[in-house]
């Protein structure tokens, strides 16, 4: 099992950028894809963006494309989301999870953290 913790949320202007970061435990991180999810009240968690373990291949959700990288460092154990032209529909609670296979889909990602809010603002 792995443990993760978010940090780096926070309120944010539209147009705004934050940096999220997931701290993880595990002396195999570099085995592990890690991904990045979002919810929003009253909306099912959705797929962000995901990062393989060792290519560091990327992938995104159409949504943020361009605007959104994710980056990991397997010597620290972390993986980033760095956020840049913030929109208030990007407002919601972004989890990080972790998955033994690279995959957009929620329900491969058997760890997570406790999530971080984001609130853009208009």
């Known amino acids: 099992q792995v443990q993760l913790v978010e940090s780096g949320g926070g309120l944010v202007q539209a147009g705004g950028s934050l940096r999220l970061t997931c701290a993880a435990s595990t002396r195999t991180f570099s085995s592990y894809a890690m991904g990045w999810f979002r919810q929003a009240p009253g909306e099912e968690r959705g797929f962000v963006s995901a990062i393989s373990g060792r290519s560091g291949t990327t992938y995104y959700t159409d949504s943020v494309k361009g605007r959104f990288t994710i980056s990991r460092d397997n010597a620290k154990n972390t993986v980033s989301l760095q956020m840049n032209s913030l929109k208030p529909e990007d407002t919601a609670v972004y989890y990080c999870?972790?998955?033994?296979?690279?995959?957009?889909?929620?329900?491969?990602?058997?760890?997570w953290g406790q999530g971080t809010q984001v609130t853009v603002s208009s």
């Open positions: 999870a972790a998955s033994r296979t690279i995959t957009t889909n929620v329900v491969h990602y058997k760890d």
